[in-house]
């Protein structure tokens, strides 16, 4: 039955409301494709604890609502294509406006305490379910990354002065980062053996498909220019170190709570740093060897 509340109250309520519901959807459709009983059980009782809450907000406002469709399909969507840790992690983090809702509620609502209680757990049960294989091999994925821009980039920017043809620079950087891809995945794959671990396949797979894809984006401006624009080739291929870091630190700091300002910071200035002492090096060879290309 609706309840007398004073219109501030009642516009945070529906607004709860909706977003109750809306999360309540998204969490039942991303336990249909969510790999791991646990998992699966754990969305589904936050989806009925969702639904419960809005049951309860309903019963204030006396309205049924539908979910917003557009928020739907975008988590469940960032959860197919990056995981639902990512993308339940993202959407917790919106919880943060609502505790204070919450405490502006308690007065003329007093079931506001329990939901608001209810809602705090749901992050402790976000936890239990980081199980994804993905996160498992964020490590792998991190030395096959971190290596790739470090490594190729300072040889991408030492072979363009050197070399002053996008077209070399582009075939020189993808000999080497292909045999680097080899190397890297092989390495990992040994030490991942030595250690004993059963999961040694797919840690180098995580490794290696990191590095390449990672060579094949800072490879591909010296496709794109021409011949002749080595100089533009190279700012465009430090801007993707920046986009790479950022999204990838991004992705990180997300799923797995950790910082992300000073990560990304951190390999930004290594990435572009050693590009910078490269790009310097290459100057050096071509003025001291006297080589001409």
Not at 46 to 71: D, F, Q, V
Request: aromatic content about 10%.
């Amino acid at each position: 039955m609706k309840k007398n509340l004073s219109a501030p109250a009642l516009k945070i309520i529906k607004k709860m409301q909706q977003s109750e519901l809306t999360e309540s959807v998204i969490y039942e459709k991303i336990a249909k494709f969510a790999k791991g009983e646990e998992n699966k059980e754990t969305l589904l009782r936050l989806s009925k604890e969702e639904l419960a809450h809005y049951h309860t907000w309903e019963k204030y406002t006396g309205i049924k609502m539908k979910p917003k469709r557009a928020k739907v399909f975008k988590y469940t969507l960032l959860a197919r294509l990056l995981g639902f840790t990512f993308a339940l992690k993202l959407m917790e983090r919106g919880e943060g406006g609502a505790q204070r809702e919450y405490a502006l509620l308690a007065d003329e609502v007093p079931e506001s305490i329990h939901i608001r209680e209810q809602e705090e757990e749901h992050e402790a049960s976000l936890l239990k379910i980081l199980d994804e294989e993905s996160l498992h091999y964020v490590g792998s994925m991190v030395l096959g990354l971190s290596d790739a821009l470090v490594e190729l980039a300072g040889s991408l920017a030492g072979f363009t002065f050197a070399l002053q043809n996008t077209r070399l620079v582009a075939l020189s950087g993808l000999i080497v980062g292909i045999s680097a891809t080899f190397s890297m995945a092989s390495s990992e794959f040994l030490s991942a053996k030595s250690e004993g671990r059963t999961d040694a396949l797919k840690s180098c797979s995580y490794t290696g498909v990191a590095y390449l894809l990672t060579v094949v984006l800072l490879v591909l401006p010296y496709l794109l220019f021409a011949p002749t624009q080595f100089i533009p080739a190279l700012i465009c291929m430090l801007l993707i170190i920046v986009i790479i870091i950022a999204a990838f630190t991004y992705y990180t700091s997300v799923a797995q709570d950790q910082p992300f300002l000073s990560r990304f910071l951190e390999m930004s200035l290594i990435s572009i740093g050693v590009s910078v002492i490269s790009f310097g090096v290459g100057i050096l060879a071509k003025k001291f060897l006297g080589i001409d290309v």
